[in-house]
């Protein structure tokens, strides 16, 4: 006869216990999906419990055994006599402060020590550490401020000039509804259920807890050079603050080609003693003989000199002071570096304080920065409307040129702008989304914050690629080759763009601090997730959460002073291209299959519909959803990890070709981003299979603690293992059993026979009691 552990003999006791009563499968007591029965907090399953598997009682009901029950430090257990307080724990969904026990006998109240917390509120975060949004907006315009920054104004313009203007709008709309609005759906509803960060909220399956890490790591190098581009606004605005603007003359900084005067660009030469050489200039008739006075042929003039824009020789040559190559290092720009560490210092300040500080202060703003950028676009875009020629641009960014689309990088370029601009895959939105109150609806905010995104990312095209046409027109160049691509371009077109404006300074003020408020946000919400993941995995750096945000920025600006020296834009460019590619694509590939094909997309169905209600359009249309977890979303992420690695796109800035050893580093960069993933999943199988010895089914089962954070939530979610999970959980249970050796499949009949003997003995002086339902455990 197998010997059961204490908790199994006083549960089957309890089954048991009253004659007079008949089954109810109504009420449910839950286990985890490997079929072990959890003991609470920091007691441990026996070797031979934890391979039973099916129990049932005499009626051929399977018990749940709920994972709820968690130890309160501020309540007395009785000495940890658990036959004796099982009756205090509350089962099921429909339990109040007046549940009766399964005798009919009233609920003791458990014995609460004396506590000094006056509100829930203050208490949840004394228990669990963690911090919740202090109003209903908060979480919204954090995260429309973590998603609209640098990725509209900046990175969209020049990935779209870059790759052929209005070819690239095709791709980049259709991956938004088939790709980005489906992640970031799942990553809101994952963290608001968990109330936890990247790391702790994969706790659905042990193996894939190191995506946390991954996203993290990703956070972290997409903020250093995301400071460096605030850096960047930070100087703008200061130089801005003088009568007259130096970019908008060639000054000592400029280069041979500078021209800021297109009206002598080129000249009719059909004026009384000019003559027009066939080489393109024009000459007039002087005593000392023939004197060029310009040129009448545009691509003669632009084959001996191409001109350059006065802002794009003060980006490069002042701003930059760019080296030949990202190898040549030679001086670190101090004005830079000062930039830099002002803004370190300007986020440690609005995020030491909590999220709660830097939420109020998004709010108190929120109405102007909401607005803000808007009204600035708006009043450049206006101006930029009225200039001669910007018909170009609009035409070259309007009208697709369909050939492109067979080309690979345009749909690489694309789906990374998604990811980049919607900001899914690198964690922020978990971290936002877990403050979020429990039952807070998230449809509406994905659905908003995702279209308001990319309909501002088009709204800044149709500004830059107006003053594009008008530079086009001016210079008698094509459209493509007004000014050099790249990660520069937003500081050359709208520098250039506030030039044309009646009292240029100060409209040059109020862009630069557009930008810096924008690129704010996003580096909020950054330095949040990375925090996140490091005190949720060390809890006890929880009480010294300003120490944690303070060497974070430290460690993130040490690092930016590479991107300081003569040769940072270049390693800007390196940051952008490999830290945010291949790591991304991967990272969403395995979240959709996390949840899909392990958890179980019913199940997560489940989840929400007890998080938010069965009435909640976001449940209604989950099935939507739910088809592009399973196929569209990780179809689409596969075909283009294929073929990017097929046609690797080269790295390029303007016309500088980065070296071979560029690419070894690159790839290195991203092995060390993924690195996260590989090594917790190997050391979850260490831990999990060798050292606790369970079973393979561990890797991808939710562990104890899995589900929300708070109590009261996690009473009102009940789990029907077995019946909802992944296709690939049903797949490996199935494989599992048709492989496992005569002598397991008999020890394990062996152990049902023994368990259904003791609950009949049991029962012929007990009836069952009504918390017998159907369970596997």
Not at 211 to 240: C, N, P, Q, R
Request: charged share 15%; glycine share 8%; net charge positive.
């Amino acid at each position: 006869m197998l010997v059961l552990d204490p908790l199994k003999r006083a549960l089957v006791g309890e089954i048991s216990s009253d004659n007079n009563q008949i089954p109810n499968t109504t009420t449910r007591i839950s286990q985890d999906s490997r079929g072990v029965i959890q003991l609470p907090s920091g007691d441990e399953i026996s070797s031979t419990t934890a391979n039973i598997d099916h129990i049932k009682n005499r009626y051929g009901q399977q018990i749940y055994i709920n994972t709820y029950p968690q130890y309160d430090p501020n309540v007395s257990y009785h000495g940890y006599d658990l036959s004796r307080d099982i009756s205090e724990y509350q089962f099921g969904t429909n339990n109040g402060h007046n549940q009766q026990n399964i005798t009919n006998r009233p609920v003791p109240a458990p014995r609460k020590t004396h506590s000094n917390y006056s509100s829930e509120s203050e208490l949840v975060k004394s228990k669990n550490g963690r911090e919740q949004w202090s109003g209903r907006f908060d979480f919204f315009f954090s995260s429309l401020g973590y998603a609209v920054g640098f990725g509209a104004v900046w990175r969209f313009p020049y990935l779209c000039y870059r790759n052929g203007g209005g070819v690239f709008l095709i791709p980049y709309i259709t991956l938004l509804f088939l790709l980005g609005i489906p992640l970031f759906y799942l990553e809101v509803n994952l963290g608001q259920f968990t109330s936890q960060g990247p790391v702790q909220c994969w706790r659905m399956a042990p193996i894939f807890k190191g995506l946390g890490i991954s996203m993290s790591l990703m956070s972290f190098f997409l903020t250093v050079y995301y400071a460096m581009l605030l850096a960047y606004s930070i100087l703008y605005l200061i130089l801005s603050f003088r009568s007259k603007l130096e970019w908008t003359t060639c000054g000592s900084w400029a280069s041979a080609n500078c021209t800021d005067d297109f009206s002598t660009f080129v000249m009719r030469c059909n004026y009384e003693n000019t003559y027009k050489d066939p080489n393109g200039r024009c000459y007039t008739w002087t005593d000392q003989g023939l004197t060029q006075i310009g040129w009448w042929d545009v691509q003669s003039r632009i084959q001996y000199r191409k001109p350059v824009l006065p802002t794009d020789d003060y980006f490069n040559n002042y701003i930059l002071n760019k080296s030949p190559g990202m190898g040549f290092i030679s001086t670190m720009e101090w004005p830079l570096v000062l930039c830099l560490l002002a803004a370190w210092i300007l986020v440690f300040i609005c995020l030491c304080r909590g999220i709660k500080t830097s939420g109020k202060l998004r709010l108190y703003v929120v109405y102007f920065t909401a607005v803000f950028p808007y009204v600035i676009l708006l009043i450049l875009g206006i101006r930029g409307w009225t200039l001669p020629g910007m018909s170009r641009g609009i035409y070259f960014y309007m009208k697709p040129d369909l050939s492109r689309l067979a080309d690979q990088r345009v749909w690489n370029d694309a789906a990374n702008q998604i990811f980049f601009v919607l900001s899914v895959a690198y964690g922020g939105l978990i971290t936002l989304s877990s403050y979020n109150k429990f039952t807070r609806s998230t449809l509406g905010n994905a659905l908003v914050i995702s279209i308001t995104n990319v309909l501002t990312s088009i709204f800044a095209g149709f500004v830059i690629f107006a003053y594009l046409g008008y530079l086009s027109y001016m210079t008698g160049q094509e459209v493509q080759d007004v000014v050099s691509e790249g990660p520069g371009l937003a500081f050359i077109v709208y520098p250039y763009a506030v030039t044309t404006l009646p009292g240029a300074p100060f409209w040059s003020i109020l862009f630069f601090f557009m930008l810096i408020l924008l690129g704010l946000d996003s580096v909020f919400a950054s330095v949040e997730t990375i925090v996140v993941v490091i005190t949720d995995q060390i809890h006890g750096l929880r009480r010294y959460n300003t120490l944690v945000i303070l060497v974070v920025c430290i460690a993130m600006f040490a690092l930016g002073l590479l991107l300081c020296t003569d040769a940072g834009i270049y390693w800007i460019t390196f940051l952008d291209q490999f830290t945010g590619s291949y790591p991304a694509f991967v990272i969403g590939l395995l979240e959709c299959i996390c949840i899909a094909y392990i958890y179980g997309s019913n199940r997560f169905r489940a989840d929400l519909i007890a998080m938010l209600g069965s009435k909640d359009y976001g449940v209604r249309l989950y099935r939507i959803f739910q088809i592009c977890w399973l196929f569209i979303t990780p179809m689409l992420i596969i075909a283009l990890i294929i073929f990017t690695s097929i046609n690797y796109p080269s790295l390029k800035l303007g016309r500088y070709n980065f070296p071979s050893w560029s690419y070894k580093l690159g790839w290195g960069l991203t092995g060390l981003i993924l690195s996260g993933i590989v090594f917790y999943a190997i050391y979850a199988i260490i831990y999990l299979l060798l050292v606790k010895r369970n079973s393979w089914r561990a890797l991808i089962s939710p562990e104890q603690k899995w589900g929300p954070l708070l109590e009261q939530n996690r009473k009102k979610v009940s789990y029907y293992y077995g019946r909802q999970q992944g296709a690939l959980v049903s797949l490996f249970d199935r494989l599992t059993k048709r492989t496992s050796s005569r002598d397991t499949l008999a020890r394990s009949k062996s152990i049902d026979t023994s368990i259904n003997e003791k609950e009949e003995s049991i029962s012929t002086t007990r009836p069952p009691s009504r918390i017998g339902s159907e369970s596997a455990v």
